[in-house]
Structures are given as structure tokens and as C-alpha cells.
């Protein structure tokens, strides 16, 4: 069964025809050459269109897979239009065409939704740019460096060489945590020391490893503190600044360094442990 919309477009079909043998074939190869002329000049105005916001787009450093979609998007729609103008120009109902269009575009939203959610997605992480390729990135519970934004994907390299495909509805839903995008990061470690070593020997090695270390930043400074009486251990929190690219190296280093320091320190690193206490008073003499 035919609905409104196909029935008008039938009869706007219809009546250009009328209108192309009607006028005999003079008149037919006049709105024929009418018809062509006017696709010509669509065509060359899309294609300077297309240059003009392909340069656009280059100058402001948008994300090439964010580019691609724009520039799809915009000849998609010059070709619409040229459609539009050119079956106006051989008598058919312009209005009739676009209501077609719009039905047969709504049932295809609908048969993608999915892909149209991701595609939605895409189009949010690449505009409010959380993260670019190259990245080393936190999404939800996964963790990797970004090797490709697409429209649909994003795709990320774990530290342990595995590729990971993500879904963009997933990622534009959850809590981004980006690494790459401050020139500095804070490397914060907690070490316990036995309550029998001073509280300032223990705070000055730490100082004094910290300072040493050529990846430390002198600005902001290093901090050393007591943070936390523990069961066994009194607990020290430290903080050095270094480069974002250095934190990795700094982190270990520091790691490897303190037990050294401790040890030539006499400062011991404390297992958790339990002391009991007997009593004794019930025993006899």
C-alpha cells in the first residue's frame, strides 16, 4: 500500500514528464539542457565548498577522523540539495521528495540505532576532546594509550601490548582520566619505617633521596611527611614532582632507593607483626 508522501512524488513524476513530452522535443531538450546545466554548476559550487572547508578545517587543528565526518556530512548534504534543485527543475515536488527522504532516513535510524549511539559518541569525545592518539588514558576500568579515535571505535594499547576496541557510547558514558595532558605529574609513595628510627632521620633520607634524583623537579618542591601511625609501622608519605614522560622512572626509582637509604641508615622496614603477652602470675613458684 502507498502512503501520501509516495503517492505525491508518483504524481510530481508524473507531471514532469508531462512537462518533458508536452512541450515537444525542443521544449523536452530545452529543461533537459536546463536540468543538466544547473547540475554542473552544483557540482563545481560543492567541490569549491568542500575546498573551502577542507582548508577551514586544516587550520583549525581538528582531529582528522572528526574532519573526515564533517567533510562526509557536508557532501552528503550538497548532494541532497542538488538532487532537490535539479528534479525542481524537471517539475518535481521538491516537498514530496524531501518527506520520502525523511521517512526513509527515520527507518534507517531506527534499523542502527546502536551504531548511530556509538556514531553519537564519537561525535561527543571528538569535540569536547578529552584525550587525542597518543594519549595514555583511564576509561572506566581500562587503562592504555589511544592509537586511533574513529567515528564508531576507540582504540587503545595496554601496557602489556593488547589492543582494545571500545565501543564510543561506552567511552562518552564514562570517567576519563588522562595522564598525557599536564607537562607534570606528582609521584606519591607511602613507606613504613619502625617506630625505634627518628622521625626526622627518617624524613631527611626521604628529603635527601628525593633531592638527589636528577628527574625530580626542584618546583615545586619535594614533601615529606608523617602521615599515619600504623600497627607496625609508622607510615611516611612523600610527593616529588617530575616531567609527565619521567613518572614511570622516577616512580621506581624512588621505589629501589629508599630501601637502599634505609638499610645504610639502619632504618628497618617492618613486617606486620603481633606482639603477645603471657601472663604468667597463675604459674607456681
Not at 610527593?239 to 629508599?258: G, H, K, M, N, Q
Request: with cysteine; net charge negative; charged share 20%.
Amino acid at each position: 500500500m502507498e502512503t501520501p508522501d509516495t503517492e505525491a512524488l508518483g504524481e510530481s513524476v508524473e507531471t514532469a514528464v508531462r512537462n518533458l513530452t508536452g512541450h515537444g522535443w525542443e521544449g523536452a531538450l530545452k529543461l533537459l539542457l536546463t536540468a543538466l546545466v544547473l547540475l554542473l554548476v552544483c557540482l563545481v559550487a560543492k567541490r569549491i565548498i568542500l575546498r573551502l572547508l577542507d582548508r577551514g578545517l586544516d587550520r583549525g587543528h581538528i582531529e582528522k577522523s572528526f574532519h573526515a565526518f564533517i567533510r562526509s556530512a557536508m557532501n552528503i548534504l550538497l548532494w541532497f540539495i542538488t538532487i532537490l534543485l535539479v528534479a525542481q527543475s524537471l517539475g518535481v515536488n521538491a516537498t514530496s521528495l524531501v518527506a520520502l527522504l525523511s521517512i526513509a532516513g527515520l527507518a534507517v535510524s531506527l534499523s542502527v540505532k546502536d551504531s548511530l549511539s556509538n556514531l553519537a559518541g564519537g561525535l561527543t569525545i571528538l569535540s569536547s576532546q578529552p584525550f587525542k592518539v597518543g594519549d595514555y588514558v583511564e576509561i572506566g576500568d581500562t587503562a592504555g594509550t589511544v592509537l586511533e579515535i574513529g567515528m564508531v571505535h576507540t582504540k587503545l594499547n595496554t601496557t602489556d601490548n593488547c589492543r582494545l576496541v571500545l565501543p564510543n557510547s561506552t567511552v562518552a558514558s564514562a570517567q576519563v582520566r588522562n595522564y598525557s595532558t599536564e607537562p607534570q605529574r606528582r609521584v606519591d609513595l607511602t613507606v613504613g619505617a619502625d617506630y625505634s628510627a627518628s622521625v626526622e632521620q627518617v624524613k631527611a633520607t626521604l628529603m635527601e633521596l628525593m633531592e638527589a634524583h636528577e628527574k625530580v623537579l626542584p618546583d615545586p618542591a619535594p614533601f615529606a611527611r608523617l602521615s599515619n601511625y600504623g600497627d607496625s609501622a609508622i607510615e611516611y608519605t612523600i610527593r616529588a614532582w617530575c616531567l609527565t614522560e619521567d613518572y614511570w622512572d622516577v616512580y621506581y626509582d624512588l621505589l629501589e632507593a629508599i630501601k637502599s637509604a634505609f638499610d645504610a641508615q639502619g632504618i628497618g622496614i617492618p613486617y606486620p607483626q603481633m606482639d603477645v603477652h603471657w601472663n604468667r602470675s597463675g604459674e607456681e613458684g
